[in-house]
């Protein structure tokens, strides 16, 4: 590749909108519009939700900071999609879980006094799903919150979701690096991953032989909406994202409003949507 990087364009101006030359997507891509910003404003969809509460206690879930919830958590998403659409709904307390995968017309409702505590191992993001890093698609670990080709989706309330990313767990990944300060394991460096990614990338091999899960060591993303329509995140902290915090691809009708983002790790960025329409991003920290 040559020397005209994402940072360089960006400095000049040059790069809108943000379009990966090297993806090789296997869907159709969005077609590109030009709008001004009182036009995104006014014609950016909010999801379509229903507010039929499911409560995910009442699916075994229990907030004590000890018990793995991500069973119960995928039970009260799956009536709320089989009933038409709910919200899953959250007590107070620590609700320990893995992946969570979102369905369309559900909303994952986390009030405040709610935390959402992340696991960091690794092997509880398997099987590997259709995701996108750095641009590049790929077979790779589920990200925390995950929704792919669904509609009306959302995250609302004013609790926490916590990656639980520090300098013991996910971040040594990041493998050597001027600023590091977290504790690296040579033999855990998404290098070569990454340089075997971009290669394949370039060359066009198939999404479904680019398979970077397992100790391939290339972190997951925190939330990823992939080729959905009408989404919504509200209200909600994120914080200590293995990775980037919130990733909308080949998405249309996003609203980020009112979100805190705290991250103080590698690659830890806010919010980077990549390949949408009609994205608004208002009263954000």
Sequence with gaps: MSGLTRRNLLKAGALAPLVPACSFATQQPLPVTTMSADDILQQTQLPKLSQRDFFVDDFG????GETDNTAAIGR???????AGGGRVTFAAGQYNTAAIHLKSRVELHVPAGTELSFSTVADDYLPAVFTRWEGMEMM???????????????ITGGGVLNGNANDDTWWPWKGPHKEAHWRINPAEDQKAARIAL???????????????????Y???VFVQFYQCQR?????????NAPFWLLHPVLSEDVTVRDVTFSSHGPNSDGCDPESCNRVVIEKCS
Aim: glycine share 6%; proline share 5%; charged share 25%.
């Design 231 to 239: 989404v919504l995140v509200e209200g909600v902290t994120i914080k």
């Design 76 to 82: 009260a998403i799956a009536a709320a999609s089989a």
């Design 218 to 220: 290339l972190r997951p």
């Design 140 to 154: 790779g670990l589920s990200p925390l919150v995950y929704a792919f080709d669904e509609s009306d989706v959302a």
């Design 198 to 216: 971009f290669d394949m990338a370039e060359k066009g091999l198939p999404v479904s032989q680019r398979i970077f899960a397992k100790e391939s």
């Design 61 to 64: 879930a229990i907030a004590d």
